[in-house]
């Protein structure tokens, strides 16, 4: 049983391994990134494509009047999703986010961490 480190990523690797899930194979990861607004968005997705990811653009209309622990509104948001299949090691996870955060600085937006897909989505197979 791996030792993961003691930080988010390390926290996710251990949940995922204490549910079973085989950490030794390749897994849809989705990698989140924050975005200022739509432009940011688009320029994110474009600047990604050119380093050869695969991305999307996402919008989320948020949830008037519900709020999180810090009092703040779940209001619109923009995102970019990044899938890669790929073995979940934990050195390779923290460089892609930090790639990842390097390229969406610049145009107004922050790696938001990430998550593995276990099942597939609509259309997915």
Not at 25 to 47: H, M, V
Not at 62 to 67: A, Y
Not at 69 to 97: C, H, L
Request: cysteine-free; glycine content about 10%; aromatic content about 8%.
């Amino acid at each position: 049983m791996p030792n993961f480190p003691d930080d988010a990523d390390g926290e996710v690797l251990a949940q995922l391994e204490e549910m079973g899930v085989d950490l030794t194979q390749p897994l849809k990861i989705e990698f989140t990134i924050a975005a200022d607004g739509e432009e940011s968005a688009e320029a994110i997705r474009a600047a990604l494509e050119k380093k050869q990811y695969v991305a999307e653009t996402y919008y989320d209309e948020g949830e008037p009047g519900e709020v999180d622990e810090d009092g703040e509104e779940f209001g619109p948001s923009w995102s970019v999703y990044v899938k890669r299949q790929m073995v979940p090691e934990y050195d390779e996870i923290i460089r892609i986010q930090q790639e990842l955060d390097a390229i969406a600085e610049p145009l107004g937006g922050f790696a938001d961490g990430w998550g593995v897909l276990l099942t597939p989505g609509p259309g997915e197979a």
